[in-house]
T-cell receptor
Framework: GAGVSQSPSNKVTEKGKDVELRCDPI?????LYWYRQSLGQGLEFLIY????????KSGLPSDRFSAERTGGSVSTLTIQRTQQEDSAVYLC????????????FGPGTRLLVL | GQQLNQSPQSMFIQEGEDVSMNCTSS?????WLWYKQDPGEGPVLLIA?????ELTSNGRLTAQFGITRKDSFLNISASIPSDVGIYFC??????????????FGKGTLLTVNP
């Protein structure tokens, strides 16, 4: 498709397990963002990738969270040793990568940690 | 981090009524954006505002960038059932090299009664 895609759409895991969330950005978009949306809250910035530059990881809430972007396209957000407070919707967005511009969001992955 | 105060938190209106929501901040933002999020989807950009005082319309939607650059409002006229969703304001700040970051409000949940 032409939009940002994310998988899985839903993930239920047990506390302590690791999870991987995937994002496929729009083709040609060099900028990629991960956000976390908790119930009743706005979107919380997690990490930003732009081309080959070092990612901005300033929003990652703990060292259990990491992300990588392979080949400047697909990105994976990994949460190790999940905790119940990690339960949220994780949204990925991409943009052309020219600064202030429209970010196009994927449908999100709904993570539930039991 | 920076906060955008969005109000109201929720609205329940009758079809055909007009709706108004707003965002305020204690800090200056250089760009204001309004997004809508449908259930199970990612946010979609409705309107972008780039200049203080700017008033922009998109169909039944009208948004304004406040003169002080610390606030914005979104109006929806003659609401219809498909307007249901969560509306988010978001802002960009030109803060060195991180002007790609968006700060989001907590959202306004709009329910339209047919």
């Amino acid at each position: 498709g032409a939009g940002v895609s994310q998988s899985p759409s839903n993930k239920v895991t047990e506390k302590g397990k690791d999870v991987e969330l995937r994002c496929d950005p729009i083709s040609g978009h060099t900028a990629l963002y991960w956000y976390r949306q908790s119930l009743g809250q706005g979107l919380e910035f997690l990490i930003y990738f732009q081309g080959n530059s070092a990612p901005d990881k300033s929003g990652l809430p703990s060292d259990r969270f990491s992300a990588e972007r392979t080949g400047g396209s697909v990105s994976t957000l990994t949460i190790q040793r999940t905790q119940q407070e990690d339960s949220a919707v994780y949204l990925c967005a991409s943009s052309l990568g020219r600064g202030v511009e429209t970010q196009y969001f994927g449908p999100g992955t709904r993570l539930l940690v039991l | 981090g920076q906060q955008l105060n969005q109000s109201p938190q929720s609205m329940f209106i009758q079809e055909g009524e007009d709706v108004s929501m707003n965002c305020t901040s204690s800090s200056i933002f250089n760009t204001w954006l309004w997004y809508k999020q449908d259930p199970g989807e990612g946010p979609v950009l409705l309107i972008a505002l780039y200049k203080a005082g700017e008033l922009t319309s998109n169909g039944r939607l009208t948004a304004q960038f406040g003169i002080t650059r610390k606030d914005s409002f979104l109006n929806i006229s003659a609401s219809i059932p498909s307007d249901v969703g969560i509306y988010f304001c978001a802002g960009h700040r030109n803060s060195g090299g991180s002007n790609y970051k968006l700060t989001f409000g907590k959202g306004t949940l709009l329910t339209v009664n047919p």
